[in-house]
Nanobody, 124 residues
Framework: QVQLVESGGGLVQAGGSLRLSCTYS????????MGWFRQAPGKEREFVAG????????KYADSVKARFIISRDNSKNSVYLQMNSLNPEDTANYYC?????????????????WGQGTQVTVSS
């Protein structure tokens, strides 16, 4: 099994920045792809960004390109999401996800492991 724990959420003003962290543990030898998703009240959980732990290849949702950066530090068993130029539409619960696949999936069905989420609230 794999355990994922997110941190770094909080309240920020529009235009500000936040950095989310996700630390993973357990059977990480089978963990090849990491992703970030978010879910706002009354909405579906949506893909934000993903990264391959091996190649470092990244994918982003169009809504966050050029504003968010996903990165990983395999020595720390961690993946990060740097969020810049935040706006109220970014308000959501942000989830870290992982999977054994080597392809960076952009749908929630492509991830087997999930964290509990961390809340991000952007005030206008």
């Amino acid at each position: 099994q794999v355990q994922l724990v997110e941190s770094g959420g909080g309240l920020v003003q529009a235009g500000g920045s936040l950095r989310l962290s996700c630390t993973y543990s357990g059977r990480i030898s089978g963990l090849n792809t990491m992703g970030w998703f978010r879910q706002a009240p009354g909405k579906e959980r949506e893909f934000v960004a993903g990264i391959s732990r091996t190649s470092g290849i990244t994918k982003y949702a169009d809504s966050v390109k050029a504003r968010f950066i996903i990165s990983r530090d395999n020595s720390k068993n961690s993946v990060y999401l740097q969020m810049n130029s935040l706006n109220p539409e970014d308000t959501a619960n942000y989830y870290c996800a992982g999977d054994g696949s080597f392809m960076v999936a952009t749908t929630k069905q492509g991830y087997s492991y999930w964290g509990q989420g961390t809340q991000v609230t952007v005030s206008s």
